[in-house]
Every structure is written in C-alpha cells, then in structure tokens.
C-alpha cells in the first residue's frame, strides 16, 4: 500500500492517477467478490454402496425391499435413472470418481490395485482450494485384497496421501463391530458398519460447520458387500439367511441416509449441502430371489448393463431442481462437475479426462450427451453414446455388438451389421479411446512422462510384512477367518 500511494505522488497526470484509481478498485472488488463465492460453496459429501444393484432401491419398486429415506433423498433431488459406475468392480471405480478417469489410465485395472500416486484427484484439489477434506469406510486404492483391515499409518497409499485430511478407513468391506484406522490408530467401534461411519463424518462435518469452513467428505459403505452380517431388527424375510442378512444391510445403510440428511438439516447447512449417493458397481448374480438389477443383462464383474448401471441420486436444495432424468452420466462425471460447481481451476484435472460436467443438468434437463461414457475392464471395453452402446468382448478375437438401449435394455439385439455408420462411427471411438488408455498407462498423462512408482496389486494383507505386527490378533477377529487360508503368522513372519 505504501508503494502505490507512493506511485500516485509522483503521477504528473490526473488521467494516469484515475487509471490507477479505478485498477485498484478493481482488484479490490474482484478480492471481495472472490471471498464471497468462497463463502457460499457448497459443502459436498459423496456417499458410495458398496455392491447394491440398479434395482436394489425403493424407489423402483423393490418386491420386498424398502428403502425409504433414499427415496425421500431421490424426491427431493435429481434421480438419474441411467448412471453408470466407472467399472463393474468396486477399486476400478473408486478410482474414476477420485480422478474423473477410466480406471486403467491410474493403473487400478483389476480390485485390490493401487492407484498411481501421480494423478490428480478431486480430494486433492478441493483442500487446496480451502476445502476440509475427509474420508470415511472403505478405501481400496492401495493395493491389498481380504477383508477391509486397518490401514496402516505408514501405507504410501492410504487416504491422507490422495488429499484427505482426516481418515477413518479400513482397506476393503467391512460390516458389524467393525476395527478401523484413524489416520493410523486402530479403533475398535460397536453397531453396523454403515451408521458407524455416518455418525463419525457427521462430526466432521459439524466441526467445520461451527467453524464456517466448507467441507468435502467420502463416505464409502461396505454394504451390502458379503459377508452379510445385518442385525435382526434389519434382517428382510421370515428365514435368518444370506438374504435375510443381505436385504438387511441395505436396510441399516438406508437408515444411515436418513440420520446423514437429518444430521445436516440440524446443522443448518442441509441447503447448500450437494450429497451425491451411487454404488460402485452393478448388482450380485441371482443368489437372493429378486434380481439386484431389475431386468438388465449380467452383474457384478460384466461390461452389460447389470454390471455397470447403478442407482444414483444428488441432492442439492440450493443447487437442483427435483426430477427424474435419464440422461446418461457416470462416475467419471463427479470430478468434473465438482470442479465446475466449487469454481476450481482447470488444472485441478489431468488434461485427459474422460468424464465431463454435468452441473447443466442440476438445473435443466439436457439434450444429447456431447461425450461417450468409455470403460475398460479385464480386456473387455464399452462405451455408451446416449441411447447406444457398443461392447468388445475379448474372446480372443476382439468381436463387436452395437445395441440401442432405449429399446433393448436387455442387450439382447445385436444391431452391428444392422446399422453399419453407427456401428463404425462408435467402433472408431472405442478403438481410439483404448488407444489413449495405453498411452496412459505408460505415464504419457503425466509431466514425467512415465509411471514413476507402480503400486503394489493384489496382495493378500494377511500375507505382508507391513501387517505382521498385527497379524496375530487381527486373525482371532471372525470377520478375519477367511484370511487364515492365505497365510498364517507363522508364514507372515517368516517373509
């Protein structure tokens, strides 16, 4: 201040003093405006199932499941009645949401890989623009596979490393009484895993909120991913089976949206708080009565319709206006729409991304979607053109299926050779988009230039060094067993 009234001193000319006058109003006014709209950002919290198929809601009429509070949320918010998981297995799409990318490009090709350190993620971006951001439930994004451990304080890959400032996670699913990691300190909790972590990211957020800091929270679920263990006011049907305990942790989940949604109106800050629900994957094959994924082709682990298509609804009173869409959109779209919506810069993202904006949408309902929805899993690839989708089975030779899916929501009616300029137009996008993926999986997205750090993929927890410490005592909890016929802590030990 002192050198510019200075620099006004010495003007000879009363115009150059107007000139410099009306400059520094301008920036004055321009910083004013700037600590407004940071003031008026919404808080986000993304909330994620783990496994519920497109047809497990309420809201689609469920024979015997009841899901009550989620419906309310998709009454009062966008219910998007086509979105897509980035992937057909929980890691592939964990990844996309964090990095708006296909999950091949970050190396998480398969669950239990990690996610390369070097790209860019929404959590990232959100804390370096003031953001407090904080991660609760399941990780997987560091490399292990079994059932969701503590994280270690000392895993390169855990949360804090991806942007998180608080954490309380565990590796991978997890259900009743469940053992997890506070940034690195194993706490033991009491009650079902889903309002456990519900509970703990409302503090969270009600801490910031007294503080007038904005948030940005994750809530991944490890329901109702198996084991199925719900309790037995939850449980679905007259028999105590897998079913009964499978429908019952969706249950206990749904009432967990209902605490999350009262819990902010109570802080005050419910209208101008964006709460994007999805599941990470499609549905379980037919093992419980009613199919999870309410008439589609395939599940959990397929490219089809069932595997990819989940249930998703935002909720933002300040920010949408409530309806039903089917335009299409997919996990890939939740980096790019944040960033529009929080007003952060463009190199918050990779410069290769495959997921765009939605945020239009929250106010009006859209034309045609102006970007295909791409994936890519275990060999196979898709991509979705609004009401077309094209599939490459790797069956050793690649073979290519075109299908309409506003008149076969089956899959069922291969149009490739029925409508060749479509088919050739998207069979060319396909080709080009698994191009660029494998450039991306050298590191050409990257400013090395290369993968400079490949995480580990795959690993048995149980079977590390990092967990010998604690293997003893983690192998006499029972939702552990599983794990003693990968390894024992004798052979642990001993690597």
């Known amino acids: 201040m002192y050198r510019l009234l200075q620099s006004l001193v010495l003007m000879k000319s009363l115009a150059e003093m107007n000139r410099l006058k009306f400059a520094v109003c301008c920036v004055v006014l321009t910083v004013g405006s700037s600590f407004a709209a940071a003031a008026n950002?919404?808080?986000?919290?993304?909330?994620?199932?783990?496994?519920?198929?497109?047809?497990?809601?309420?809201?689609?009429?469920?024979?015997?499941?009841k899901t009550p509070h989620l419906d309310a949320m998709a009454d009062s918010g966008l219910r998007l009645d086509r979105f897509y998981a980035g992937a057909p297995v929980c890691s592939p799409t964990r990844a996309s949401v964090l990095t708006g990318r296909t999950n091949n490009r970050g190396g998480v090709l398969q669950h239990g890989y990690a996610l390369h350190l070097q790209e860019k993620t929404i959590s990232q971006a959100m804390k370096k623009a003031g953001y407090a951001t904080g991660h609760f439930g399941k990780w997987h994004l560091d490399g292990l596979r079994g059932p969701g451990a503590p994280v270690l304080k000392d895993d390169p890959y855990h949360p804090g490393n991806f942007g998180f400032d608080e954490w309380l996670t565990v590796t991978n699913f997890f259900d009743m009484n469940p053992i997890m990691s506070r940034q690195g300190k194993f706490e033991e909790f009491k009650g079902d895993s889903s309002e456990i972590v519900i509970d703990e990211a409302l503090k969270f957020i009600g801490k910031l909120a007294k503080a007038g800091k904005p948030s940005?929270?994750?809530?991944?679920?490890?329901?109702?991913?198996?084991?199925?263990?719900?309790?037995?006011?939850?449980?679905?049907?007259?028999?105590?089976?897998q079913a009964a305990h499978h429908y019952g942790e969706l249950v206990a989940m749904d009432r967990s949206i209902g605490t999350l949604r009262a819990g902010l109106r109570e802080m005050g800050i419910a209208d101008n708080t964006l709460v994007w629900f999805n599941s990470?994957?499609?549905?379980?094959?037919?093992?419980f009565g009613p199919e999870t994924v309410a008439g589609l082709r395939g599940s959990k682990g397929t490219i089809w319709e069932g595997g990819l298509r989940v249930p998703c609804?935002?909720?933002?009173?300040a920010g949408i206006k409530p309806?039903?869409?089917?335009?299409p959109a997919s996990t890939m779209d939740i980096m790019p729409t944040l960033v529009e919506i929080a007003g952060l810069p463009s190199d918050s993202m990779l410069d290769v991304v495959d997921g765009m904006s939605i945020a239009p949408l929250f106010k009006k309902e859209l034309g045609r979607r102006t970007k295909?929805?791409?994936?890519?899993y275990m060999g196979n690839a898709a991509m979705v053109d609004n009401e077309y989708k094209i599939v490459a089975e790797k069956n050793g030779k690649r073979k290519y299926q075109l299908f309409n899916l506003d008149k076969d929501h089956t899959e069922s009616n291969n149009l490739f050779d029925k409508q060749p300029e479509?088919?050739?137009?998207?069979?060319?996008?396909?080709?080009?988009?698994?191009?660029s993926v494998a450039a991306s999986q050298t590191g050409a997205d990257y400013p090395e230039g290369k993968v400079t750090k490949e995480g580990p993929h795959?690993?048995?927890?149980?079977?590390?060094?990092?967990?010998?410490?604690?293997?003893?005592?983690?192998?006499?909890?029972?939702?552990?067993?599983?794990?003693k016929g990968k390894t024992s802590p004798k052979q642990v030990l001993a690597q």
Not at 280 to 287: R, V, Y
């Open 280 to 287: 990470d994957n499609g549905g379980l094959a037919k093992q």
């Open 313 to 317: 609804v935002i909720e933002w009173p």
């Open 216 to 241: 940005f929270t994750v809530v991944w679920y490890g329901s109702p991913h198996s084991p199925f263990v719900a309790s037995k006011k939850d449980q679905v049907g007259k028999k105590a089976d």
């Open 422 to 435: 479509v088919a050739a137009r998207l069979q060319k996008q396909l080709d080009a988009f698994t191009k």
């Open 323 to 327: 309806r039903i869409s089917k335009y």
């Open 41 to 65: 950002r919404p808080n986000i919290v993304l909330v994620m199932a783990d496994d519920q198929g497109w047809g497990q809601v309420g809201y689609y009429n469920h024979p015997i499941l």
């Open 458 to 483: 795959g690993r048995f927890w149980a079977g590390t060094p990092e967990y010998a410490p604690y293997i003893k005592e983690l192998l006499k909890r029972p939702e552990y067993k599983s794990q």
């Open 372 to 376: 295909p929805i791409p994936f890519q």
